[in-house]
């Protein structure tokens, strides 16, 4: 069984570039969840996407903006790049059953860290 | 409302001593708790959850948690610790929407 895996590990960007971080699901997952993991701060819910719909998003501008493909991989897009996104992304992916319930285990990957100079 | 605070940013034990990370919650919500471990340069991994069925959890590892609804707590302990224990534990709860708040993490240093 093939665990979650992200690309790229490290990525550096410049101020108001664009950058998209991509993330394979793990086996069988439907769903996968982006969080942004600033430095010694625990992380933080940016999205959810189940079935390749956007179901539930945290407390991030519209410049963060997402995708799931057919095979349940996704893509996280930042544009207007600012000096604060400078963190580790993290992909999850889970199993959900009957619909999204948020309770399901959630197996994470392990990160791409950006940083914007 | 929901959020976790974890009380400690760093612990450290001796090898071999009790392993005690401390976790309060808040809620709206019955919760759904969890506790996660990281370790340098990956990424998370679950050790525990506790979802309203046994109050004392037990995971991976040898730790466990126990779930003190009075107290809104979910400390995570473990009776021994050991070098390979060292790492970022983070506890998280999840309302029951579609995602996990987490806390700002403890970090735990293990002594030889």
């Known amino acids: 069984e093939t665990g979650v895996t992200q690309s790229p590990t490290h990525l550096i960007k410049t101020r108001g570039q664009q950058v998209t971080l991509r993330c394979s699901s793990q086996?069988?997952?439907?769903?996968v969840s982006w969080y942004q993991q600033a430095l010694g701060q625990g992380p933080q819910f940016i999205f959810q996407?189940?079935?390749?719909?956007?179901?539930g998003r945290g407390n991030f501008p519209p410049r963060f903006s997402g995708l799931q493909f057919p095979n349940y991989s996704s893509e996280l897009n930042v544009n207007a790049l600012e000096l604060d996104d400078s963190a580790l992304y993290l992909c999850?992916?889970?199993?959900?059953?009957?619909?999204?319930?948020?309770?399901?285990?959630?197996?994470f990957g392990p990160g791409t860290r950006l940083t914007v100079l | 409302a929901q959020s976790v605070t974890q009380l400690g940013s760093h612990v450290s034990v001796s090898e071999g001593a009790l392993v005690l990370l401390r976790c309060n919650y808040s809620?709206?919500?019955?919760?759904?708790l969890f506790w996660y471990v990281q370790y340098p340069n990956q990424g998370l991994q679950l050790l525990l959850k506790?979802?309203?069925?046994?109050?004392l959890v037990k995971g991976i590892n040898g730790f466990e948690a126990e779930f003190k609804k009075s107290e809104t707590s979910f400390h995570l302990t473990k009776p021994s610790a050991h070098m390979s224990d060292a790492a970022e534990y983070f506890c998280?709860?999840?309302?029951?929407?579609?995602?996990?708040?987490f806390g700002t993490g403890t970090r735990l240093t293990v002594i030889p």
């Open positions: 999850a992916s889970s199993l959900e059953g009957s619909g999204p319930t948020g309770r399901d285990e959630q197996f």
């Open positions: 086996s069988g997952h439907n769903t």
């Open positions: 996407y189940y079935r390749e719909e956007e179901n």
């Open positions: 809620s709206s919500v019955p919760p759904y």
């Open positions: 506790y979802t309203s069925a046994a109050t």
């Open positions: 998280a709860v999840s309302p029951g929407a579609n995602n996990l708040f």
